[in-house]
């Protein structure tokens, strides 16, 4: 590993370097005259650049040499995550659709068979809605779950899910076959534990606020427990223009992640756009940017809608998608999953 320390450090926070070297294993080396780069010969564990980087007198790890995080690629090919009918990476793309939150039995098997018959397998629908105020909708919760279910048997489109505390893993895990951690529970470091303990694909949302390197290390969180099957969901970020898009989808990031990791990546257009006419040039942009999915907001009436109906887009638009994704999965020798036979209209 080698560290640039900070100029002009006083002995007690050189000291404090060496120190925790020495703990660590590693036999250190200064590689200037300055004393500025410090080279540490040793056993490389992936934990032990952040117990570095904590340290006030290190101010960047400039190569971690051995010491690989879980999350990097370290040269190993794409990895691909299966959910059900869905496969995400390793030269596949799939489509995750469905409404924001799930509102009843007759509306959600509508909407399920919707976006099955125009190319999507795996339904996404939030039972526990996490909601900026705490007096709009919160979801059908337990209620909720069981119709998930008993669309899934309809259908048999994989069921994606959010589950908001750790005390309800659980029981989300016993109805989903993939969990979804949602933007604003990225940091919540208790819940990306617990579901590393589980496991069940994980879909990472990135908070809107977070770098990607704060992105990465939230799924080292669920790596590190031992659960690999993790899929990463760039959903944009908080912009300085909400007056025109919700947020900013960063697909700079999404085709850095595809470099830096192994682990799949989708592309949340829905949030990101924040209205159904920007949803379909999103997508596009994320699957050209390299995304192996998409999860999209579809209502088959989104004036109805509980939540997020200004970015819910129609069925319609939905197979224009689908037929958006199939052939960019074609520009570069990937292949887009569905169910069925794709009708569009
Ligand atoms: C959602 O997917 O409905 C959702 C709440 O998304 P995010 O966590 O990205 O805001
Ligand atoms: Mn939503």
């Known amino acids: 590993m080698l560290l640039r320390l900070r100029p002009s450090l006083i002995r007690a926070q050189v000291e404090a370097v060496l120190d925790l070297a020495q703990r660590l294993g590693y036999t250190p080396r200064f590689v200037d005259e300055r004393r500025t780069l410090l080279e540490l010969l040793g056993p490389g564990a992936p934990e032990h650049r952040a117990q570095f980087e904590d340290l006030c007198g290190v101010s960047q790890v400039l190569e971690v040499g051995t010491a690989r995080e879980l999350h990097e690629r370290n040269g190993r090919p794409d990895l ?57 909708f919160q979801g059908m919760k337990h209620a909720g779950l069981e119709l998930l279910e008993r669309v899934r048997t309809e259908t048999g489109l994989a069921i994606v899910t959010e589950v908001l505390d750790p005390r309800d893993v659980e029981a989300v895990g016993e109805s989903a076959d993939m969990f979804q951690i949602g933007a604003r529970s990225m940091t919540n470091f208790a819940l990306l534990t617990e579901v590393g303990k589980t496991r069940k694909p994980v879909l990472l949302k990135r908070s809107y606020s977070a770098t990607v390197r704060e992105f990465l290390l939230a799924a080292e969180y669920i790596l590190a427990e031992g659960n690999e099957q993790v899929v990463l969901c760039e959903r944009g970020v908080r912009g300085f223009d909400s007056s025109i898009t919700r947020n900013l989808l960063d697909v700079g990031a999404v085709a850095h992640l595809k470099r830096a990791t192994h682990l799949p990546v989708v592309v949340d257009p829905s949030h990101a756009a924040g209205r159904g006419d920007l949803v379909r040039a999103l997508a596009r942009a994320g699957l050209a940017a390299g995304a192996d999915g998409l999860m999209i907001e579809v209502h088959t009436d989104p004036s109805e809608a509980h939540s997020d109906g200004a970015q819910a887009i129609l069925p319609e638009t939905f197979a224009e998608i689908a037929r958006d994704a199939q052939v960019l999965a074609g520009l570069d020798g990937r292949t887009l999953r569905t169910g069925r036979v794709l009708k569009y209209g």
């Not at 959600?108 to 007096?135: D, F």
């Open 80 to 136: 691909a995550v299966d959910v059900g009918p869905a496969r995400f990476g390793g030269g596949a793309i799939s489509l995750v659709a469905g409404p924001c939150a799930v509102e009843d039995y007759d509306r959600l098997l509508e909407i399920a068979r919707a976006v099955q018959a125009r190319g999507a397998t795996a339904l996404r629908g939030g039972a526990w809605k996490p909601r900026t105020s705490p007096y709009s």
